[in-house]
């Protein structure tokens, strides 16, 4: 909760270096490096099946990488299940949130992890605890007792950081925290993202919206089919070009050309697209730093 | 665009408006057990008013009674529910307990608490092969305990039959230890004239042990999130594998409290009894506001669930209608409590 290892010691909280991970003949990660400070947000981005997923797992202890090595803190480690990784402060929100939605908020908040008093729990602290506590992110929730389902997406991701904060992560993992929520609402969640930062805690947000990572990220790493294309500090790339190496500039100068054989309507789409992507300056990528 | 406008009683939901608590009506309809409540209560006033003998402590003492011995197995099938499995050997599993205490104690001539521990290893034996079958294999338990219920069903016919050539055990109540055994698990007492048996009181007191698990303790927290999510109670480092299968036990431990109960009640039972039962423990469960899908419900609720059942079966009885009637009036208390806990549920967490 009140982490201070930070970049100005010069240890990184979390970091990976040349990882790659097989799955039988599959290769879902090949050479990736990430790291994370305290106070630091690195973003992750990539497309569907770049390999985020496997990143995260690898993070969070459920799987080990293949080559490479993870150091946390300065230490290698090599976790054989989530727990050990939650140990040693790393924390992972996944997209579904490991939220029971059925049971009240503070049972959530503290399932796994209940405050006890002789053989009972001690419910009475662990109500005003989640209160509190969600209060400190902004949330006011008018009764800690109702069922979490009935709380809106991004307050649901409140609570599920806010819980992840309260029991000792130093480092947040966040596997899509925006994905399915509205304009507003990302808005919240990317507030909760810095708020966390200001704390001193790492963040590693995974995203496929580089809009949602370019605000708050310190860092990005781009992934595309299992591979880094590109590892930047803010200061050395700007959203537009973020974007632009998103979306991939050749992948989408290719559809602009499908569309524009497909008809009237798709034509129109297509001269947008072609638009965006002179826009996006694409063509004179920046060089990837590390 | 301009429907919404014009529209006066679709205003926009007030988020910030949550200061306005819920009246304290809605909150106990809130309750898992509300509907069941709410049944018993036009039940009781029905067979009051059209059966006189319902009307008397004595036939309600049996009501009680009856009630007990399937709100004894109701109890830890909620819990089960509420983890969301089922357990459909539940009933020949009482049956088998009772089979393995009498025909242990008898063939090897043992004082019958020796019999009554095998079968309790037994029956926690069941329970525990029930519950890791699941854990480890995914199959949805209702197949497991399908294949375990049938299974149990034969084993206590034909071992009954190979050991004693008949249909049921022997009667044990010359053996050493008889008469303890039966103080423990089938006494009755009386008050004001009413006799009562214990297991009412048993009943009361698993019942009251089983709503403090589920509320007050760390391990009732974890048998809701493996009903509500397994997945996201591993992810918070709930041992669910151990969770289910001890919930699994924990049917087995009453299956063999219920069994000790009966055998020391008749000295002797059929080999081919239970049959059929474990569906009243379920449909208790359920009419007393478990979820089938899990994650939902509540042991006090389970215990309405059976009185409702031992209400309706006895209370045929004093009407004077056809006992052939009883299941119809099961299956339509079933299927009236289940539109009623929706309908519950819904208007509960609509006025949330």
């Known amino acids: ?290 | 665009m301009s429907e919404t406008l014009t529209s006066p009683k679709a205003p926009p939901p007030m988020m910030d408006e949550r200061v306005r608590g819920r009246s304290t009506v809605a909150r106990l309809l809130a309750r898992p057990e509300a509907g069941a409540i709410a049944g018993a209560i036009v039940i009781y006033v029905f067979f009051f008013i059209i059966a006189p003998p319902f009307r008397n402590a004595a036939s309600f003492s049996t009501v009680l009674y009856v009630t007990s011995t399937y709100g004894l197995m109701a109890t830890p099938i909620a819990l089960l529910m509420i983890g969301g499995e089922f357990d459909l050997s539940a009933g020949v599993a009482v049956t088998s307990s009772a089979l393995c205490a009498s025909l242990f104690s008898f063939e090897f001539t043992t004082n019958v608490w020796v019999g009554v521990l095998v079968a309790l290893a037994l029956s926690l034996l069941i329970g525990f092969i029930n519950g890791w079958i699941v854990v480890r294999t995914g199959i949805p338990s209702f197949l497991v305990t399908l294949g375990t219920f049938f299974m149990l069903q034969g084993l206590n016919l034909a071992l009954t039959n190979t050991i004693t050539n008949a249909v049921a055990s022997p009667d044990i109540s010359t053996l050493q230890g008889f008469s303890s055994a039966k103080d423990v698990f089938a006494a009755s007492f009386t008050i004001g004239g009413v006799n009562i048996r214990t297991s009412v009181l048993y009943r009361i007191v698993f019942c009251a042990i089983a709503t403090w698990i589920l509320l007050r303790t760390r391990m009732g927290n974890w048998i809701f999130s493996v009903g509500g999510s397994a997945p996201s109670a591993r992810a918070v480092g709930v041992p669910v594998a151990k969770v289910k299968i001890g919930l699994f036990m924990a049917v087995g431990f009453m299956a063999w409290f219920t069994g000790m109960h009966t055998l020391f009640l008749f000295n002797t039972i059929q080999s081919g009894q239970g049959v059929g039962n474990e569906f009243v423990y379920i449909i208790a469960a359920v009419v007393g506001g478990c979820l089938l899908t899990g994650g939902y419900g509540s042991a006090v609720g389970a215990a309405i669930g059976a009185l409702i059942f031992g209400m309706v079966n006895q209370g045929i009885v004093y009407a004077g209608w056809n006992p052939d009637w009883f299941t119809f009036f099961v299956g339509a208390l079933l299927l009236g409590a289940i539109l009623l806990n929706t309908y519950i549920r819904r208007r509960a967490e609509a006025s949330a």
Request: aromatic share 6%; proline share 4%.
């Open chain 1, 1 to 290: 909760m009140t982490s201070t290892v930070d970049t100005q010691t010069g240890v990184s909280l979390v970091k990976l270096t040349n990882v790659s991970k097989h799955y039988g003949s599959i290769i879902a990660l090949t050479d990736i490096s990430l790291e994370v400070g305290g106070g630091e947000v690195t973003c992750v981005l990539g497309d569907n099946g770049a390999g985020k997923s496997t990143l995260i797992k690898i993070i969070a202890g459920l799987h080990q990488p293949s080559t490479g090595t993870y150091e946390v803190e300065g230490t290698p480690v090599s976790f054989d299940s989530p727990r050990e990784a939650l140990e040693r402060g790393i924390a992972t929100v996944y997209q579904d949130l490991a939220v029971v939605p059925l049971m009240p908020v503070w049972r959530n908040f503290f399932l796994g992890n209940e405050v006890k008093k002789g053989p009972l729990m001690n419910i009475p602290f662990m109500k005003k605890t989640c209160k509190a506590e969600l209060l400190r992110m902004g949330i006011d929730l008018r009764d800690v007792d109702q069922p979490i389902g009935t709380l809106s997406g991004g307050e649901r991701q409140c609570v599920a950081i806010s819980r992840a904060v309260y029991f000792g992560a130093k480092v947040l993992i966040l596997d899509e925290p925006t994905a399915a929520l509205g304009v507003k609402q990302s808005g919240v969640v990317l507030k909760y993202i810095l708020q966390a930062r200001e704390r001193g805690l790492g963040v590693v947000f995974i995203t496929h919206n580089p809009h949602h990572a370019y605000p708050v990220g310190d860092r990005f790493l781009l992934l595309n089919r299992g591979r880094s294309i590109g590892n930047f500090e803010k200061s050395q790339i700007t959203r537009d070009e973020l974007t632009g190496l998103m979306a991939g500039g050749s992948e989408l100068e290719a559809l602009s050309h499908e569309l524009e054989g497909a008809g009237a309507a798709a034509a129109e789409a297509a001269h947008e697209l072609e638009a965006d992507v002179s826009e996006l300056g694409i063509g004179h990528q920046p060089t990837s730093g590390s």
